[in-house]
């Protein structure tokens, strides 16, 4: 009996990923996408210099693939000494914070900008490839980095200010074919939510741990902020009879999340410091970066201060387990680009870690340098079942 109905569940699941794949197809080819430009907000002191979120109202139409963000601005070295120079990160970390949540309220996106950044170069292969392209077609004309999309001063004298422009992708779905996590805002009364939180420390001074400032080796601000947003989205969807739009039935009821966190426990040499997988999920990919030694800035380094990272499960086994050369290796082999110092790219697409059916997985790293203060962050990518995330806080550990 338990036999019988295992195999009309597996049937039934088939039939609904069936379903699901035929739906998306159709969407892809009959839908119009559309990008629209929302109303850009206005800034208040506050919100400036990182203290309050900026809200962004999403546009209650269509189903809703990601969201663009354009940052201007001017950054100010109000050093009286010292010039300032790009940090490692970058504009990456020009936001601190970047919250999505969707029409039921549920956070699908709490993540910082630099790891915005790392993901979308990850699924892109941006960074070195551009430079490649370019060569490449330099003797066919005026072919390589023309337009001013991403622009990150250096190098800024004491005293003096220039003019920044950053670009964000915020993907609400998988990819632009893969709709999974995509949202429907095509309702009445239809509210989520978009917020930014611009960095409340885009400078760090000389000495001082500048992982998560944008500028570094001088004091300053930023000002003349102005933000837009578009909205990329499908309109124009196929109905049924009763005028409901038709929508893949396992696409609409999972969540893409992004996620980020900090490693709290204290780094020890040689020991094991695991960080765990959330339950209920299926990742896709893990991002860290490693600090061993902030007090002196200059802790994030080439993988001489790891011995390994590994990836373990629930019984201590190691599913995979390499020093930090070869993992860099695999992401240069992915991206075709290496990621700032200290900071580790793994790649699970073609194998996504599942706890949901397997509990309790760990990411290992066993460092071979580990002052005072040593910390990690870790940014997540996984798929979850909106049925079962929104239930997970009362289900039993």
């Known amino acids: 009996m338990a036999a019988g109905a295992s195999a009309t569940a597996a049937a039934q699941q088939q039939n609904i990923s069936a379903v699901n794949r035929q739906v998306r197809q159709m969407l892809l080819k009959s839908a119009l996408e559309r990008k629209i430009q929302l109303p850009s907000p206005q800034i208040s002191a506050l919100q400036l210099a990182g203290g309050a979120p900026i809200a962004i109202q999403p546009q209650p139409i269509g189903l809703v693939k990601k969201f663009v963000i354009e940052i201007t601005g001017q950054a100010n070295n109000t050093d009286g000494a010292n010039a300032a120079n790009l940090s490692d990160l970058g504009l990456a970390n020009l936001l601190s914070q970047v919250l999505f949540e969707d029409t039921q309220g549920y956070t699908r996106i709490q993540t910082t900008g630099w790891h915005l950044d790392f993901l979308f170069r990850a699924k892109h292969r941006t960074g070195a490839s551009r430079t490649l392209l370019a060569t490449a077609l330099a003797d066919t004309g005026n072919f390589g ?46 509210v989520s939510k978009l917020q930014l939180t611009l960095n409340p420390a885009p400078f760090a001074a000389a000495g001082v741990d500048s992982t998560l400032a944008c500028w570094k080796g001088a004091a300053g601000n930023i000002s003349n902020v102005a933000i837009n947003v578009y909205q990329v989205f499908l309109d124009q969807l196929p109905r049924d009879k009763a005028g409901n739009p038709i929508l893949p039935p396992l696409d609409k009821s999972t969540a893409y999340e992004l996620k980020n966190t900090a490693n709290s426990q204290a780094y020890q040499v040689g ?127």
């Open 145 to 190: 980095n023309i337009f001013a999309i991403i622009t990150a001063p250096t190098g800024i004298a004491h005293g003096g200010n220039a003019q920044f422009r950053m670009v964000y992708e915020i993907p609400i779905c998988y990819s632009d074919e893969d709709l999974r996590g995509a949202v429907y805002l095509g309702l009445v009364n239809a």
């Open 271 to 397: 020991i094991d410091n695991p960080t765990s997988y959330s339950n209920f999920r299926r990742f896709m990919s893990t991002f860290l970066i490693y600090n061993s030694n902030p007090a002196a800035d200059a802790g994030r380094t080439g993988g001489t201060d790891t011995n390994y990272l590994a990836l373990q499960s629930a019984n201590v086994t190691n599913i995979k387990k390499v020093d930090p050369l070869e993992l860099a290796r695999e992401s240069r082999i992915l991206t075709m680009t290496d990621f700032p110092p200290g900071c580790y790219y793994w790649s699970h697409r073609k194998a996504p870690i599942d706890t949901l059916n397997y509990g309790n997985m760990q990411l290992i790293l066993n460092p071979s340098a580990a002052a005072a203060g040593a910390y990690g962050y870790v940014g997540w990518e996984d798929f979850g079942a909106l049925s079962v995330l929104q239930q997970a806080g009362s289900l039993a550990g």
